[in-house]
């Protein structure tokens, strides 16, 4: 996993700390882990590849087949995660806002990242704020930051939800 370090303190600086705004569905998920020599495992993450629906910015093209990483993965049944990040489901849409991976990265070379994990990730589908805030209300801690928390990300959904309605209204 890449260190990660805040880009945003506000929904309003998300475009701005983004190299991609996508409208993503993930079709295939393959966990990635690092282990040291006795077996255990020293790191990993998901390394999801999915289909961009539609562009709001940055160079891609509808159409295209782009890899991003999520900061978790699965061993066995288990889902190890960084500060409370769920990971995107096959067949879904998200509103992502992404950023590269330098070009100088040997193992994340031409992949991308969501902004400040979660609220990097919006679900689409109807519902999608309810859904994300259902699978926290488990016990799942989203901790982005200092100060995030669940009622923090929802209100970053609703400015997104609001800032890009044509996203929003189309798979509603």
Known sequence: MACRSVLTHSPEELQTASDLVVVFTPQSHETVLKRYSDGNVQFGYTKTTGRVEEVLSGEVSAGDTIVITEECYLSGSVLW????????????????????????????????????????????????????????????????????????????????????????????
Not at 81 to 94: A, H, M, N, R, V
Not at 128 to 142: I, K, M, V, Y
């Open 81 to 172: 995660t960084q500060q409370g990040y769920l990971p995107t489901e096959t067949g879904d849409s998200y509103l992502l806002f992404l950023r590269a991976y330098p070009e100088t990265s040997k193992n994340y070379k031409g992949m991308y990242y969501p902004v400040d994990l979660e609220y990097g990730k919006y679900l689409l589908s109807s519902g999608g704020e309810n859904r994300f805030a259902a699978a926290h209300s488990t016990g799942a801690q989203l901790q982005v930051g200092p100060d995030g928390d669940l009622d923090t990300y929802l209100a970053w959904y609703a400015f997104v939800q609001e800032r890009y309605p044509e996203v929003f209204d189309q798979r509603a």
